[in-house]
């Protein structure tokens, strides 16, 4: 399945090779992926999610496309992990489907999602991939989502049970946890904002949501340790604020685009608490009683994890009715997505992070990486602006390792093209190009990149 023309491969000089010259021997690299974008959720006894609901929604996802397919990684993992292997990653970011293991509502376990998830993991071991596991990344069993989803309590103590499920059957092999991917995602994009699954645009909803994503965290964590696990993480995607003039009044909602995005979720899994300015506008929503949860959000962790693409420019907005911004367009470079390109903003929240909320703990950037407008021609991939988005952000880390702040590693998103949420299967992100209908994989030239860095 993988192109066998490596027309790239083993470039001399990758641009990547100085970069990861410069970090220490024990920096580990990987790549992420998860679950609802390339596994394919019509295979192997998988339940509905969430997100099957929301694509079948006229006009919600571009071209009204789903995951029912991605990227066939059910059946091709074996193909995918070769393609980590080969590369030289030493580590491999992918998530668990709730969905997939507890697909109905009272239906039990699911053994082909067991037994896939086995297969997986001990494909991981056999190739010598450190497996570091998400629990949710986005995919939420739709008998939840009918029942409230993340805006009821109970789904956090659901989200509990299949942790526990989790740990007694894989938790011996999984060297590095995280319950939740990106909570501002979970709860501000897709209950506010609306782009995301369940794609509601309520406060109260929002709210909800914001405290309940980070008490599943927080059980998540707790259950976890019961079962005496020692690598225990979060992964917090973060965007940097930028306002759009000098004025007093955009530098305050500056700062409070900040709360709403990174510091809700840092001063809660960090320091038990929730930023005062995002909370005097979300108290009238909070559920009751939120404040005896914080400790529990705030339970001990091993590492801490930071997804990161890019900045916002902040400007006023007297239509927006709750916060008064707007985040508006920028004058850099951008990416496919329309995502300005701005590496610095990777290093004030790592910089932040190690001083502010996380002095103790080791810091892994968990995502990081760029859509492109890639071509296949003559079976080839040349995206060298991915590449040169990689060694822009990894000459950040080189500098923050440099001055002493503890990043232990690197994943790069993403393995392959796929599923890209509410843009469907258009963006591309892959180190790897995925054809949709043949299943094909030819790797870019950015992977003959990375394969040659990681391989002197
Ligand atoms: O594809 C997503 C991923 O699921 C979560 N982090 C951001 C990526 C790019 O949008």
Same mark, same amino acid.
């Given at each position: 399945?993988?192109?066998? /023309? ?23 690299? $990987? ?15 998988? $339940? ?22 991605? @990227?066939?990684?059910?059946? =091709?993992?074996?193909?995918?992990? /070769?393609?980590?292997? /080969? ?20 239906? $039990? ?18 190739? $010598? ?22 805006? +009821? ?17 894989? !938790? ?12 501002? @995602? ?27 994503? *980070? ?18 993480? @979060? ?44 909370? +005097?506008? =979300? +108290? ?20 801490? !994890? ?11 907005? &007297?239509?927006? #009715? ?36 996380? #002095?103790?703990? #080791?810091? %892994? ?28 952000? =990894?000459?950040?880390? @080189? ?22 949420? +509410?843009?469907?299967? /258009? ?11 043949? *299943? &094909? ?5 950015? %992977?003959? %990149?990375? *394969? ?5």
């Amino acid at each position: 399945m993988i192109a066998d /023309d490596s027309p790239m491969n083993s470039p001399m000089n990758s641009p990547l090779t100085s970069m990861i010259n410069k970090l220490p021997a024990s920096f580990s690299f $990987g790549v992420a992926t998860s679950s609802y974008q390339i596994e394919g959720n019509s295979f192997g006894g998988c $339940g509905r999610s969430h997100w099957d609901e929301f694509a079948r929604q006229p006009d919600k996802v571009f071209n009204n496309e789903d995951g029912a397919i991605g @990227c066939d990684h059910y059946h =091709l993992f074996e193909t995918d992990l /070769d393609l980590i292997a /080969d590369a030289g990653f030493d580590s491999y970011r992918f998530s668990l489907s709730w969905p997939r293991l507890l697909p109905e509502r009272a239906g $039990g376990v699911n053994p082909e999602g067991i037994a896939f998830y086995d297969r997986l993991i001990d494909g991981m071991l056999a190739r $010598g991939l450190t497996p570091n596991a998400t629990l949710y990344h986005w995919d939420l069993p739709l008998y939840h989502a009918a029942e409230g989803g993340w805006q +009821a309590r109970d789904t956090a103590s659901y989200f509990a049970d299949y942790t526990d499920l989790v740990m007694r059957h894989f !938790g011996d092999r999984l060297a590095m946890i995280a319950p939740v991917n990106e909570p501002w @995602c979970v709860s501000f994009l897709s209950h506010y904002w609306g782009h995301h699954a369940p794609g509601l645009t309520s406060i109260s909803a929002t709210a909800k949501a914001m405290h309940f994503i *980070q008490l599943a965290h927080g059980l998540s964590v707790q259950v976890m340790r019961s079962h005496g696990h020692k690598q225990i993480g @979060c992964v917090l995607n973060k965007e940097f604020g930028v306002p759009a003039d000098n004025s007093d009044e955009t530098a305050r909602l500056t700062a409070l685009f900040d709360g709403i995005y990174n510091r809700w979720f840092e001063e809660s899994v960090f320091k038990g608490r929730y930023p005062d300015d995002v909370l +005097a506008i =979300l +108290a009238p929503y909070m559920p009751e009683k939120f404040e005896l949860d914080l400790p529990i959000i705030a339970s001990p962790l091993d590492w801490a !994890g930071v997804n990161y693409y890019t900045r916002s420019v902040i400007a006023p907005d &007297k239509d927006e #009715p709750h916060f008064g911004f707007k985040c508006i367009s920028g004058n850099l470079p951008k990416t496919d997505m329309g995502w300005e390109i701005a590496p610095e903003g990777l290093s004030y929240f790592l910089r932040r992070l190690a001083s502010r909320y996380a #002095p103790d703990l #080791p810091i %892994y950037v968990t995502e990081n990486g760029m859509a492109n407008s890639d071509r296949l021609i003559n079976g080839r991939v040349d995206d060298a602006a991915r590449t040169a988005y990689f060694a822009n952000h =990894l000459a950040e880390i @080189c500098s923050l390792t440099a001055e002493g702040v503890p990043v232990a590693g690197y994943y790069a998103w993403s393995l392959l093209d796929n599923f890209e949420w +509410a843009f469907g299967y /258009d963006k591309r992100f892959g180190l790897v190009h995925v054809d949709f209908k043949s *299943q &094909k994989r030819t790797p870019k030239s950015s %992977y003959y %990149y990375w *394969q040659a860095a990681l391989n002197p």
